[in-house]
């Protein structure tokens, strides 16, 4: 069964979040203008979201991060969403150098062997090619949704926690969607996805970091699941302030 078949079911509201979405994303794209970009992971969430920016004709380009260990699946799509259906990705990589070094001294696939070693090797391959990603931008725009997990149910649609810190506000245009919503949306458009939601796979990472969920584990149960869940985070969306040791994965 697809991840179309097992999931598409747009919640009663969905007509409603959708124009919410979709005004959210113009106001954001008139505000920053220039100064805004889609962190797009080619998850599920981050396709409608591309797809509604191209849709709508609003001016958000994206950025992808490619930290080399995505999977095989994660990297067609980024090619087959460039080449077949149009859309401009900005390829953002870790720093040669220190990927040398890292894997030299650690090897390819530290982060079984601790927390601080994952956390190090998230810092290389996401964090320092992020903040090259967002440098100069005082907006960007995510698809965090507040029902992926218990740590993002208060998530805004609008996020001004590093304003004061970074000058840089963040924009969740589906924070309200379900995830039928979601599916809905990516039936409805035939938005292309990645092959591998429909093996189980809701939540999609980097290849060693990521694995299929079983019926009834929790959303984000396939990120770094050798973890215990207090210690779960890359630190993509952390805000500013947060310990990042008392925070749940939020990417």
């Not at 956390?119 to 965090?144: N, Q, Y």
């Not at 218990?150 to 924009?171: I, Q």
């Not at 591998?196 to 969920?213: E, K, V």
């Amino acid at each position: 069964m697809s991840a179309i078949e097992l999931n598409a079911r747009a919640s009663a509201t969905f007509a409603a979040k959708l124009a919410e979405t979709e005004a959210l994303l113009r106001q954001a794209a008139t505000a920053h203008a220039g100064k805004i970009t889609q962190a797009n992971s080619l998850g599920a969430e981050d396709v409608v979201i591309a797809h509604l920016v191209q849709a709508l004709n609003v001016d958000i380009p994206a950025f992808v991060l490619e930290t080399g260990r995505l999977n095989p699946e994660t990297l067609a799509l980024m090619d087959k969403m460039k080449a077949d259906l149009g859309y401009k990705f900005t390829i953002f990589t870790p720093n040669s150098e220190s990927v040398i070094q890292f894997v030299a001294k650690e090897g390819l696939d530290p982060m079984y062997r601790s927390i601080e070693l994952r956390k190090a090797c998230c810092h290389i391959r996401k964090m320092e090619p992020l903040d090259r990603a967002l440098s100069g931008k005082t907006a960007w725009v995510t698809g965090l949704r507040r029902e992926q997990s218990g740590a993002r149910a208060e998530v805004p649609l609008l996020d001004e926690a590093d304003l004061a810190t970074k000058g840089r506000v963040k924009f969740n245009p589906v924070a309200n969607w379900t995830w039928g919503d979601v599916w809905h949306y990516i039936q409805l458009h035939q938005v292309a996805y990645n092959p591998l939601h429909d093996q189980f796979f809701p939540s999609i990472g980097c290849a060693p970091c990521t694995r299929a969920i079983s019926l009834g584990e929790d959303f984000r149960a396939g990120r770094w699941w050798w973890e215990d869940e207090a210690a779960k985070e890359c630190g993509l969306h952390v805000s500013a302030d947060a310990d990042l040791a008392e925070v749940s994965a939020l990417r």
